[in-house]
Nanobody
Framework: QVQLVESGGGLVQPGGSLRLSCAASESIVSFNRMGWYRQAPGKQRELVATIISGGSRNYADSLKGRFTISRDNAKNTVYLEMNSLKPEDTAVYFC?????????WGQGTQVTVSS
């Protein structure tokens, strides 16, 4: 069973930065696609960013320029660098991995942007 463990969330002031990590229990090279999603209270889960095995990246239009997704195959970890954070970025951030027809999710990490 694949396990994805997110970390790096917390409380940050508006304008601040955070880096989230998603550590996989097995080689991330085996996944077709990995990504970050977020879910704010009372809202649906939404795409933040994805990265495919070939390295191409995709971002939610509203987040381009502030968020960056990257991967370290040697560490089996995907990262999400978040800059210029806003209160509306407050949400639980989830890591997702896709391999063939199977999808795996982490438990999420809370990000709160508040002064």
């Amino acid at each position: 069973q694949v396990q994805l463990v997110e970390s790096g969330g917390g409380l940050v002031q508006p304008g601040g930065s955070l880096r989230l990590s998603c550590a996989a229990s097995e080689s991330i090279v085996s996944f077709n696609r990995m990504g970050w999603y977020r879910q704010a209270p009372g809202k649906q889960r939404e795409l933040v960013a994805t990265i495919i095995s070939g390295g191409s990246r995709n971002y939610a239009d509203s987040l381009k320029g502030r968020f960056t997704i990257s991967r370290d195959n040697a560490k089996n970890t995907v990262y999400l660098e978040m800059n210029s954070l806003k209160p509306e970025d407050t949400a639980v951030y989830f890591c997702k991995a896709v391999r063939g027809s199977r999808t795996y999710w982490g438990q999420g990490t809370q990000v709160t942007v508040s002064s």
